[in-house]
Each structure stands twice: as C-alpha cells, then as structure tokens.
C-alpha cells in the first residue's frame, strides 16, 4: 500500500471515529435535555422529581464538550479571532496555525497525560459522587480522557500534514 493511501485511510478512520465520538456528544446533549425537562416537569407538576438528574447532567456535560472537540477540529469550526487573521498575509496565516497547531498539541498532551492520571487515581480510590445517584467518578474522566486524547491526536496529525506539505513544496 502506498503511503498516500495509508495516509487517507488513516485520516478516513480517525475522522469516521471523531464523528462517531460527535454523535455520542449529540445523543447525550438530547438524553439530558429530555432528563431536564422530565425533571422540571416531575417537579412542578408532580411534585415528585427525577432523581439523579444532577448527577447525570454534569457526566452529559463532560461528553458534550470533550468528546466533539476533535471533530470539530478537523472541520475547522473551532473559534478564532477573524477580523485580525484575515489581514494577514496567507503566509503569516500558514504560521499562525502551525504555531498554534504546537501548542495545541503540548497544551493537549499534557491535558490527556494529567486527565489519565486523574482518572486512574479516582478508579484506584473508587471515588463516587454525593447525591441521590451516586457515580463512579472516574466515568466521566474517562471521557474527558478520551476527547483529550483524541483531540491531541488530531493536533500531531495535522502538524505532520503541515510539516509533510511543507517539504513536498519546497522540493517541487
């Protein structure tokens, strides 16, 4: 297989992944709208409230930011301050976004090293939450784990792609 295959394969297989990590973001967004609502209605109407809502919404919270982080990332839909960007030169745009493909990508290593082992010690102590239901805290690191690591990953292949692209124009 040659390596440009190998790479579009591999980029079909992360980014088939990220938006299956977006779905799950979207299916917990709707789960814990729905919860909220129940919730507001059992109490107001019924006098007689979900349980555990609170409990739930704040591991819903941590899927639905983390986990898309990525996919977003390579659609290119993530926040950036536009009106200075477009001024600059498309070669000092190039530069920006590999430094900020840099940092990114130390910023999320370290945030993935810190959230395993943040997760690890709450499994390793079987920390749950306070509350009507209580959880196993290291559910929802795992997730925020999960959409560090993923994110991370989507920092080291497009600063690869940059460095690659790079070389390839230089040597045309």
Known sequence: MSESKMLRLMRTLFFNANWVLCMIAVLCCGICMLLINADVLGRYLFSNPVPGTLELSEIFLCIMVFLPLAYLG????????????????????????????????FFFAIM??????????????????????????????LFIFVGCLSFFLHFFGSFLGDLLNLFRSKTK
């Open 112 to 141: 993935t090293w810190q959230t395993f082992l943040d997760g690890r010690h709450s499994y390793l102590l079987k920390q749950a939450t306070w509350g009507l239901l209580p959880i196993k805290v290291w559910i929802p690191k």
């Open 74 to 105: 390579i659609r290119g839909e993530h926040i950036r301050i536009e009106i200075l960007y477009s001024r600059f030169p498309a070669k000092v745009r190039s530069g920006f976004d590999i430094l900020m493909k840099v940092l990114g990508f």
